[in-house]
């Protein structure tokens, strides 16, 4: 079983920029598309970014379009968020997931059809 494993979050200001990475050991994540989701102290997981496999698919949920970037490197077997203009309240714990039976295509959220999460990293978002 592969082990997802999420990184790069921190304590930024409102208007900051973090960026999460998503890597795997002993899996390489190449032939699937992958969703980054959050969830906020209180609050259901919500699915925020996916990509497809080749990164030419990707959605964003509507609040965070325009300021978060998906992107993969599948050389070196991981999957970056970029996130830009933090806003107030945006504190979450981050996870990546990687989705069963898409490759070519990716279910924004699609909770159901998710197979391995890594732990998390948690993003907090204060002045």
């Known amino acids: 079983q592969p082990q997802v494993v999420e990184s790069g979050g921190g304590s930024v200001q409102p208007g900051g920029s973090l960026r999460l990475s998503c890597t795997a050991s002993g899996a390489t994540l190449d032939a699937i598309a992958i969703g980054w989701f959050r969830q906020a102290p209180g609050k259901e997981r919500e699915g925020v970014s996916c990509i497809s496999r080749s990164g030419e698919v990707t959605k964003h949920v509507d609040s965070v379009k325009g300021r978060f970037t998906i992107g993969r490197d599948n050389a070196k077997n991981t999957i970056y968020l970029h996130m830009a203009s933090l806003k107030p309240g945006g504190t979450a714990v981050y996870f990546c997931?990687?989705?069963?039976?898409?490759?070519?295509?990716?279910?924004?959220?699609?909770?159901?059809?998710?197979?391995?999460w890594g732990k998390g990293t948690e993003v907090a978002v204060s002045s």
């Open positions: 997931a990687t989705y069963v039976h898409y490759g070519a295509r990716c279910p924004l959220g699609g909770l159901y059809s998710t197979e391995f």
